[in-house]
């Protein structure tokens, strides 16, 4: 990839019009700065609980200070969360696949990864079923689970869901919250998932080597997603085939009748596992960071109108290529300096806004989304008053920007309102091209959903086909959750400052529309509105 720095004096220097005030849009000069202090190596990768991430917390609150943000921290702008860690210790610890008397000790890493999101108990022994992709969406009457024996057992699943389950119920159901529950209620102990290899964000090489990171759940036990799994594993589908062996089905046909959004039959393995799991466990403190531009409406004030983004990401770990510093300048630094670049151009221009910004930068993302299920549990404005979420999460500015791919558009009416701010800058909006993906799970947008919050994500956005998308893909390959992406990276200055003024403009919007954002009547999210 060729570097395309903006380098020059900025090209989008017009003024445009919003709400009858001209506003000059960022020119990504002042964004990149915040990427570059965030994602430096003396951060350390800012892992929840790590220096690293204090340090940054307290550029983020020093940066909040000073574009005139109140505090809304429960310690000045920082809100202390406390999380449980545990780290496998993969020498300790094995994995044996066993099949008519016969043992297979599988290569861990290799093979399977044992996963420490749950905390799994020291061994486990038991019968393996395959139940499809383990889905169960009450609203479709489908269920993965009906029918089978699973009592005591470990399911086998491939990650994904029929095609006639619409995305956004597809991926919500597929979240560990929801799918927790219905495997508990089937008496299921342990997960087996194994990626659909068509569909993976990240080579099996780094998902093992992300496994040697510790895990960490939220320490408050009301918050705790255990749902009774005391085994989770993840299985390479480079290796897959050697759990299908002798039941009359191949994994290569299973990933076939996947991609063509067909149901999957179910079936028993006639295979047990046999695991040893060495955990150590510790706690850590993390930070999440929160700031308040005040409204001006009498009646509209004491609502908000939250931005979010993670500024956690994956620290020190194994190294790649000679560096162990795994630096997140897109993933999150970028939409943490999307915050403050936002904020402080709100100090410059200073509109006087109806509703309430609360600045929401939160740790644990990585984790599952951890420091944003804190916060909305815990919030630090009234419980209630927070009206929309605009999360802002590895946005992807790598090319010059025409068009934004907004999650959740068709949800709530905040889906207008992007689209009228759009509409104003001459880019285009569409919706989730790529619903196999799950990006509406999987960032913080989705802890806010879940208390009944309407909201959006977006990122920089792509047709199917186009050379943007062979940038965008080759970018996930190279340097999603490696030490590649870092400030070193090529990216698009001018891109980054309009998508900043886009998301800075919509937030300007909703805070001053008359009526509080709504889901819309036929939105699957609708029903977690109190
Ligand atoms: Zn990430």
Known sequence: MTRRFTLAAPLFAAALLSAGRPVIAPDGHRWWSHVQYLADDKLEGRNTGSVGHRKAAAYVAGEFERAGLKPAGTEGYIQPVRFHTRRLQEDESSLTLVRNGESEELVLGEDAIISTRIDPAPSVDADVVFAGYALTVPEMQYDDLAGLDLRGKIVLYISGGPANIPGPLRSHYQSA???????????????????????????????????????????????????????????????????????????????????????????????????????ERGEVVSQNVAGILPGTDPLLKDQYVVLSAHLDHLGIGEPINGDRIYNGAMDNASGVATLIDIAQSLNESKPKLRRSLLFVVVTGEEKGLLGSRYFVAHPTVKPGSMVADLNVDMFLPLFPLHSV?????????????VRTVARARGIRIQDDQEPERNIFIRSDQYSFIRSGIPALAMKVGYEKGSPEEKIAKTWLKERYHAPSDDAKQPVDLECAGRFDDLVRALAEAVADHTERPRWNSNSFFKRFAQ
């Open 177 to 279: 919250a929801e799918r927790g529950r219905f495997l508990e209620r089937a008496g299921v102990i342990g997960t087996i998932g194994v990626p659909n290899p068509d569909h993976m964000d990240l080579p099996w090489q780094r998902i093992a080597l992300s496994s040697r990171q510790p895990s960490m759940s939220l320490a408050d036990p009301a918050l705790d997603q255990q749902h009774g799994l005391k085994f989770s594993a993840v299985v390479n589908p480079a290796q897959a085939e050697k759990w299908f062996a002798g039941s009359g089905h191949s994994f290569d046909d299973l990933v076939k009748l996947a991609d063509a959004g067909k149901p999957l039959p179910r079936f028993p393995l006639h295979a047990s596992i046999r695991a040893k799991i060495a955990v």
């Open 405 to 417: 791919t907004v999650y959740g558009l068709n949800e709530s009416d905040l889906g207008d309102e």
